[in-house]
Each structure stands twice: as C-alpha cells, then as structure tokens.
C-alpha cells in the first residue's frame, strides 16, 4: 500500500486576474488537480506619487477585486483556491503569506514591462533563497 499523494500548496503572486488556464500552462506537467492554491494580488499604485501621499485605499481596493475576481475563476473550474490582498513590493507580499500558508511552490506573474526590474531586484532567485521554496516566473 503506497504512501497517499500529498496535495500540493501553490502560492501565486500576479497583478492581474488569473484562471486556471493560466496556472496550469505555467505549470506545464504539474498535477494541480487537488492544489490549494493561494492568489497574492499585490495593492499596486498607478504611481510613486499616489504611493508617497497616502493614496493607497484605491490600491487596496483594486487589489481586492483582482483577488475577489480570481478566486471565484479558479474555483468555477474545480480549484481549490483563496484569493488575498498582498503588499506592492513583491517579496513582502510573498513573505506575509508564507507566514500562514506553507507554499511547496511559488508563481509569480509579471507584466513584460515590469520584467526589467524584477530581473534587476533578482525576486525569483531571492525568493528561492529566503523561502526555499521553487519558484517559477511567468509573463502576462
């Protein structure tokens, strides 16, 4: 008698709404049958000024819809998954919800022009270090 599957937690970072299409084609070979899933949508500010004056209700919001909207997506199409307001800096907003999830892998959605500078800030490689947890990076 073989030891049961363990179901695997997946902890997904992106600035847009995703499906389970888009996870899974991320995800290529992955069994994400029975995954918890956890959707980090970051409360992102249009810009460095409305981040510097405060103006982050807005940002809260939009981030709550985004996460509002993926959650019920990925549930529509059998997943298990919570969708979660998370910081605007990506490794801040990994780091509080691994404090309550145990994530076995992480994804992180990018825009292509935000690219350059998750590549300058070295996000992926960094969350590997920190959180010893695989992480694959993805293009919106």
Not at 29 to 57: C, M, N, R
């Amino acid at each position: 008698m073989g030891s049961p599957t363990r179901v695997m937690n997946l902890l997904v970072l992106a600035p847009e709404p995703v499906d389970a299409g888009t996870v899974r084609r991320a995800l290529p070979g992955q069994d994400l049958e029975d995954a918890k899933i956890l959707y980090v949508s970051p409360a992102l500010s249009g810009s460095a000024v409305k981040f510097w004056t405060s103006d982050a209700d807005e940002a809260i919001a939009d981030a709550q819809g985004r996460a509002d909207q993926t959650e019920e997506a990925l549930r529509s199409e059998g997943m298990q998954a919570t969708g979660v307001t998370g910081e605007s800096e990506p490794l801040l907003a990994l780091q509080d919800a691994l404090a309550t999830f145990q994530a076995d892998h992480i994804l992180i959605f990018v825009h292509t022009d935000d690219e350059q500078r998750y590549r300058e800030d070295d996000v992926v490689g960094e969350a590997e270090r920190r959180f010893g947890v695989p992480v694959t990076e993805e293009r919106l």
